[in-house]
């Protein structure tokens, strides 16, 4: 079981959200934790993949191209 104090405005939205959607408070911040914690999950694992792909070295089909802005024909 868990306890969270919060200020009188966000409990009155929450009230009313939890109205609005015919849940229980309980379960409106049940959602609410799990979709937070979800996307912050998913942020930190793309960050992680981004670290590592950045250490390795870029494979052949992402080589610059030369740079064609002074060509003519």
């Avoid at 930190?44 to 030369?66: I, K």
């Amino acid at each position: 079981m868990l306890g969270v104090r919060v200020e009188p405005e966000l409990e009155r939205q929450l009230d009313q959200l939890a109205r609005q959607l015919g849940k229980t408070r309980s379960a409106c911040i049940r959602e609410a934790i799990s979709l937070y914690l979800s996307h912050h999950g998913d942020a930190a694992e793309a960050r992680r993949q981004s670290e590592h792909l950045a250490q390795e070295e870029p494979p052949h089909w992402s080589e610059q191209l030369p740079d064609w802005n002074d060509w003519t024909a």
